[in-house]
């Protein structure tokens, strides 16, 4: 599965190495090719935020992209929580 940071139209993955940025393309900056070993994301995770790109749509958009992956991290965390407690509950009840 690829990363939600290929999701919001910033970057565009030419190999599996390598991602360029495409609005520092497309603007002609220098740098706007980034190694991605791995498939890790990290160094597009720090450009994404450097003050070029981090005011802009694509940081919020990943910004809520992340936040809702959180969300459903949590929700599974809480379902496995409470599997444990409605055990004792339904020993307690045949006590
Ligand atoms: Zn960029």
Known sequence: MSNI???IGLFNKINPNQTECLDCKAEGRQKFTFE???SS???LRTHLFTPLHNQS???EKYRKLEASQNENDSNQAKISDLLPKSTSKFRL???
């Open 41 to 43: 994301v990290k160094s």
């Open 5 to 7: 940071i290929y999701k």
């Open 57 to 59: 749509e694509f940081a």
């Open 93 to 95: 009840e045949f006590i």
């Open 36 to 38: 991605t070993p791995r």
